[in-house]
């Protein structure tokens, strides 16, 4: 069984794979996106803090230091013309010691090397005339005002959508089993899938935390995730006008530490914690990393309600052993990149590691692939339309052309059936999907209302029984069955 | 925009909003406008098939869309208008509303008075800071409820309840009935978050075990919902070492609270009390904005359906009067307070220019004889027991409020053992 041909396969359709699947689409080549995931985002790319980092963080002369302010930069760039959400709200990091002031110092100096514009050292009282809840004890800050923040399902959904209409094709629970080699395995002939045979001359490992044993099938033993996970709690929108940017502590060892962020749709977000463990996919989240969260989000802002949370999550972060991004193309088999170890900064750095890699093919793969412009490639795209965020007199434009955009089905964001109804015309097949796409269940009530309404319009779209709808894929089923199934089977038997 | 005048409109057309409809027309106004954003009049109770339902209003025992029916059938009688699939947006501080149903478009309701009779929503895993993993199976017994009842899908075969509130308890027969396993109810608290008749008729009678001071520790499960843990808790709610259990289920069902749903308040500026979450109101269900009122379960979450009919007359009643300039107002003024036993109570204030019923929970069970009371010798009455899932009431006649000394401007309400 043979799925197709194509001049680049991409392994992995996290933010790595869409913003370089988009990169991709503007050339003339044949390209697929596989992931074995039922929907997306999923991994790292869906369970983050969606923060585009200013590049401040990272040691000049590494990957991350390279790539971190550019993609940040790229961003700004994009997010209009791909119609995803980006608040340039700026950030701080905040100090409240001796010590910790001279780390400030320290991560400005580092800043001005990694080319990140704007850094300031601000004492406590000005952080706290322009952000009042902020801690009484933070005694100064430093704050970065590229830093933002996006909306991290979008932004994936937004370059995947823009890299389909122009031609990118996306097969999802399509799981990558063996790289198929020439004799002697020199080089990269495609690759044996759950879903069938891809052929391809390049393949990308996109693979996040699972990037590692995508290596491994081409015999490369260098690179080795340690996944660690990060705790995060969601609040109600209720209180996310407390803060008008994002908090940081000092950084240590382990990581940026917990923040309190403003989300891009305006909850608080609080998190992560920072946590080795052995398991790629573990997401569950613990009382003890939970607990560390809130007392390190009060550090920051005090007067944070703690009963005013709506939800929590956990994601893990893709580092490898060397705790930086591993890119490049093995010299052996020829045709194989890796685009791995994305850890924090990855959300940020993606679209610049994209055209990176780019450049990196139409260099050192011209034998392989031909980079001929796309003559039908277009640049933009549209989001769903955010219906929440419209004016009266554009709502009632809307409702005139189409009623169904009357049919608010979750009522906690505003979300109307027609824009439902879109997302599943743009790819989306489960109740996960339709919240990353619309915000449908991610209100105060957590999907209490729209749930069965999401799975009555998926059923309906999709030609399915409701009971074959599921949360995220796989075996992931909302519902075992019809009540009185029983019965319904004894009379059918008997008719 | 279209302007759509009205005497009184109406937020929701539950059991508050319906009946608020027909205090309304019952009082004089004219125009009565009840705004529901379902397909279907009745609110939660369309959901709720099981009997218990008009026990003190029609003194026979209905279900849910029954007790809902005559209601819906008294208020057509009455002249009440009914516009559904009609989400209100906002409130405006004068309390006119922008309405959206998609043959009418977009309009702006400008009413005399409004009642707010939106209820309440369920408290989600989120908000109670259950851990573990995020599978398909877990869900409040309210969405179970509508799955089951009213789309005649089951959300799982072998089932875990964590709270005992009582969409929860109703739930635990429910699923039994449909042919799945209820392993067990699970309280932190020592008591039962439910009416003490649920407990009997929806657990003990189909011998679903019943862990008080127990909580679910962590969910187990990537995709689907596989099991969760269990453990006996101490009085700081900590887990007690040693008392952890793994239980296989495929579903959780959440009956961990229910939180008035005063988004709409809130826009409007009214203000909101946080004790109970809902409105600040008076004896007249007036809230902090004189032309807004408020009842049901947006004001204080009550147990039984006939409370909050009860209320919604009420409301609708005393708007009607306010949009007649017809209402009482001004008199000698009583700040309520509760006292050491009385967790939450409605209403926050009250006058001496009509009759006020007070409702209270208490915070902990008196199971003896007790005496449920006003100082001033204002009230008094003696029951066999108070219960945190029972609310209780204090009457206080308006004649005997104007009667109390100049000095007195609060009122305590309280229950004392005797």
Redesign the interface.
Known sequence: MTAGNYDVLIVGGGITGATLARELSAFDLRVAVLDKAGDLPSGASRANSGMLHAGYDDKPGTVKARFCAPGNKRYRELHEMLDFTLRPWGSYVCAFSEADCRHLEKLKDQGARNGVPGLDIVPGDVLRRREPQASPHIVAALHAPTGGVVNNFEAVLAFLDNAQQNGVELFLDTEVRRVLLTEGGGEVLGVETSRGIFLAPVIVNAAGTHSGEIAALVGDESIQIRPTRGEY??TDK?IGSMIKSFFFPCPDERGKGVTVARTADGNLLLGPTSVRQGDK???????Q??AEVMAGALRLVPSIPQ???????AGIRAADRTEDFRIGALARPRGFVHMAGIKSPGLTSAPALALHVVELLREELADRISMKPNPHSIPERTHILRFAALT??E??DL??QN??Y???VC?CE?VTEAQIVEAVRRGARTVASVKMWTRAGSG??????C??RV??ILARELHMD??EV???G?????????????WQKREAHHA | ?PEVPVDVAIVGAGPAGVAAGIGAREAGAKEVLVLE?DWDLGGILQQCIHPGFGLRTFKEELTGPEFMHRWIERAHGAGVRFST?T?V?SMDDDGSL?T????R??EHVVPKAVVLAMGC??R????I?L???????I??A??AQ???N????????RVVILGSGDIGLIMARRMIW??AEVEGVYEIMPWAGGLRRNVAQCLDDFHIPFHLEHAV????G???LEGVTVAKIDAQRRPVEGTERYVPC?TLLLAVGLIPENELS?MAGVAIHPGTGGPVVNQFLQTSKPQIFAAGNVVIVYDLADNVSDEGMRAGRNAALYAAGDLPCGGRRFEIKGGKAVRLFSPQWITDGGDATVFFRVVRPFECRCKVFADHGLFSQTHRYARPGEMNEVHLSARDLRSLDPGVTSLTVDVEEV
């Open positions: 709690f969601i209720a996919d573990d997401t569950a989240t613990t009382p990393g939970l009963e005013l949370t709506i939800t929590s999550f009266m007199e709502r009632q409702v005139r009623p169904a009357a049919q608010i009522r505003t105060r009530c957590q999907g209490g209302f749930c069965p799975v009555d409701p009971d599921t949360r995220h796989g075996p992931s089923r909302l519902l075992v069955g019809h009540t009185k199934a029983f | 925009m954003r699939n989400m947006f922008w959206m149903n998609p043959h478009g977009i929503r369920e989600p895993a989120g908000a800071k851990t573990g993993t995020r599978g398909a199976g869900y409040t309210g969405t509508r799955f089951v009213m789309e005649g899908l089951l959300p799982g075969k449909e042919g520790l962590s969910t187990h990537r995709d689907r495929d809130r």
